[in-house]
């Protein structure tokens, strides 16, 4: 697919192969747990009505839509992804009147209508780039004086049970994942506070502030263990590092997953500790 930086093949790979296909088949459960994330990044971002806002790596457009209800009809929200199969269900799922557009490409290279938004916003979407400060100057091309850029990524892994404990309990049955570089690109690219502040001060942002944000995620989507199991499966690194296991793996690592999430159980709910930034900053 020729819509990308070359650098950033392999994730332009990744969310059109199967990556993208579980989030896209998953998108309802997905939207649930991270409801709270989107609610927490809206608030921090301050959106008014009448604003056009870019919404970065919007996949299957939950954020897309929620902005697009602050906006209202006399503003406007494009969301711009790098998944086909993501921003086809965003198109199914986009309510009639919503004054969303949805647009194929790569962050790092698109070409934005310059100056022409004030506000961009990310849930999860802006940590897979190879290149995050060519992206990050590229983002603002689409700002004008004052905008606002707000987003919400994940600090380190090891502060996040809803990746870490599954991940552990992969290991039992799988062999690890290959290191990851330091600063990604991958889900926790911008776990550093110090990273992410040089990447968006050499891109030209200013007044960038990192809150740290805690908060518990119900990866059962309300529908208990089981769907917690196969929440962790399907998305995060421990589905990563069980991809293409043959069945007597997937069911002696099952068991394990089972009993790993089981201490998080509250009636159908599986809720695990989450551990994020709300990243705000403005383009001077
Ligand atoms: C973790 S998902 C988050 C999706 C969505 N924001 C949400 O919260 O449901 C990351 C998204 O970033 C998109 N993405 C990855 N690299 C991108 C790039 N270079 N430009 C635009 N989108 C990208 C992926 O296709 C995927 O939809």
Known sequence: MDVGHFHNADQIAYWN???GQRWAERQAQQDRVLAPISELLIERAGVQAGERAVD???????????????????????????????????????????PVEFALGDATVHRFKAASASLVVSRLGVTFFAAPVRAFLNIRTALRSEGRLAFACWRELRDNDWAFIPLQAAYEHVPKLP?????????????SREWVEHVLG????????????????DIAAGGGLDSAVAGAFAIGPASRAVAGQPADVMEAATATMRKAL??????????????????????P
């Open 17 to 19: 192969g199967p990556g």
């Open 56 to 98: 970065i790596g919007c996949g299957c457009g939950a954020t897309t839509f929620a902005v697009a209800e602050k906006v209202g009809p006399s503003g406007h929200v494009l969301g711009l992804d790098v998944s086909e199969a993501m921003l086809a269900r965003a198109r199914a799922l986009a309510p009639a009147d919503a």
């Open 179 to 191: 290191a990851v570089r330091p600063h990604g690109p991958d889900s926790f690219a911008f776990a």
């Open 202 to 217: 050499e891109a030209g942002f200013r007044r960038i502030r990192l809150e740290p944000c805690d908060l518990d995620l």
């Open 262 to 283: 089981s201490g998080y159980v509250k009636g159908p709910t599986v809720a695990m500790p989450a551990s994020l930034w709300i990243v705000t900053a403005i383009d």
